[in-house]
């Protein structure tokens, strides 16, 4: 069994900052991309960032600059430091990791959401 908790979503000002973090845990063999998505109320969810094993990043195009995702493998862990927040922010933050679990294979593993908050 494998799980993903998020946490240090929160209320922030609009120019504030956060640090959101995801720990991975259970049976796991090795983790492949992680990234993170968010999704606000009545609006599709959208792809935030994604890194790779290797450290390759891949940003949205509206949180370039702003966000940063960053990962430590010896920890199992993903982070998304947000910086200059914005009203429009405001949503549930998920993240997602590709784990490989024997003897199940290649499994696509999703967080239960953290609610980030950007009051103007």
């Known amino acids: 069994q494998v799980q993903l908790v998020e946490s240090g979503g929160g209320l922030v000002q609009t120019g504030g900052s956060l640090r959101l973090s995801c720990a991975a845990s259970?049976?796991?063999?090795?983790?492949?991309?992680m990234a993170w998505y968010r999704q606000a109320p009545g609006i599709q969810r959208e792809l935030v960032a994604t890194?790779?094993?290797?450290?390759?990043?891949n940003y949205a195009d509206s949180m370039k600059g702003r966000f940063t995702i960053s990962r430590d493998n010896a920890k199992n862990t993903v982070y998304l430091q947000m910086n200059s927040l914005k009203p429009d922010d405001t949503a549930v933050y998920y993240c997602?990791?590709?784990?490989?679990?024997?003897?199940?294979?290649?499994?696509?593993?999703w967080g239960q959401g953290t609610q980030v908050t950007v009051s103007s």
């Open positions: 259970g049976t796991i063999f090795s983790i492949n991309a």
């Open positions: 997602s990791a590709q784990i490989l679990t024997p003897p199940f294979g290649l499994i696509d593993y």
């Open positions: 890194i790779t094993s290797g450290g390759t990043t």
